[in-house]
């Protein structure tokens, strides 16, 4: 099964103490299933933190990027409800990227996922594509600890179309411009490790990744489809 579609929305984020009890029932009973009713959202799950730096990151996936920048998921964005309103007030450090799915390899979904961000050149994009889906990720997907690897590169321009949604949350989001997932369906702290090893600062400045490389563990809480 691997991801749904070709497109996909990326998110990282905190959350005020306060905000905490109504984000759960907010995201889980109006969020989600109005993000995945819009045409062409295929899945919406969110994670929580296990050793990262921001406690949750969500994933939807989507048929396209078309999708991602057309009117039906705009319309939403700008015309948030009032439970949305109230939610997003409190969150805290937002990142969010609209994203090209360029690699997937494996056929599951898992319990717990990896996500890697950083930065590549203009220069280096190419090759540093090439590079991790003809050799490191499909390694990588082959280990029997990994559901599935992908990897999403995002268009920063979608990513920053301002919209009524974010204006609610007061500040600006960052872009991750580079991202690699790594779901896992075993135990954690093998998972942990695997991911570490083969997706440390070295393996990836190699190939051509600039930055700083920042890596989270989570496990699943929520899936809608």
């Known amino acids: 099964m691997g991801l749904l579609g070709a497109g996909a929305v990326a998110i990282w984020h905190d959350i005020t103490a306060e905000g905490r009890e109504n984000f759960y029932a907010w995201h889980g009973r109006e969020h989600m299933p109005e993000r995945v009713g819009i045409p062409g959202f295929l899945r919406g799950r969110r994670y929580v933190a296990i050793d990262a730096k921001l406690e949750y990151f969500n994933l939807y996936e989507a048929k396209t990027t078309a999708v991602l920048s057309?009117?039906?998921?705009?319309?939403?964005?700008?015309?948030?409800?009032?439970?949305?309103l109230e939610s997003v007030?409190?969150?805290?450090?937002?990142?969010?990227?609209?994203?090209?799915v360029t690699a997937s390899f494996g056929e599951g979904q898992g319990g717990l996922i990896t996500t890697c961000c950083y930065d590549v050149s203009e220069r280096d994009a190419e090759q540093h594509a090439t590079a991790l889906s003809?050799?490191?990720?499909?390694?990588?997907?082959?280990?029997?600890?990994?559901?599935?690897?992908?990897?999403?590169i995002a268009d920063a321009d979608a990513s920053l179309v301002d919209s009524a949604e974010r204006k609610a949350r007061g500040v600006q989001n960052r872009v991750p411009?580079?991202?690699?997932?790594?779901?896992?369906?075993?135990?954690?702290?093998?998972?942990?490790t695997l991911c570490a090893e083969a997706l440390d600062a070295q393996s990836l400045s190699a190939a051509g990744a600039t930055g700083p490389i920042d890596r989270g563990l989570y496990r699943i809480q929520?899936?809608?489809?």
């Not at 007030?89 to 090209?100: G, L, M, P, T, Y």
Request: charged share 20%.
């Open 134 to 152: 003809s050799d490191l990720l499909p390694k990588l997907g082959e280990n029997a600890m990994v559901a599935g690897v992908h990897l999403l």
């Open 70 to 84: 057309g009117p039906a998921y705009l319309d939403r964005l700008n015309n948030p409800t009032p439970w949305t």
């Open 89 to 100: 007030k409190h969150f805290r450090d937002v990142a969010r990227s609209i994203c090209q």
């Open 222 to 225: 929520a899936t809608t489809c």
């Open 177 to 192: 411009r580079w991202i690699i997932l790594v779901e896992g369906w075993g135990d954690e702290e093998p998972f942990a």
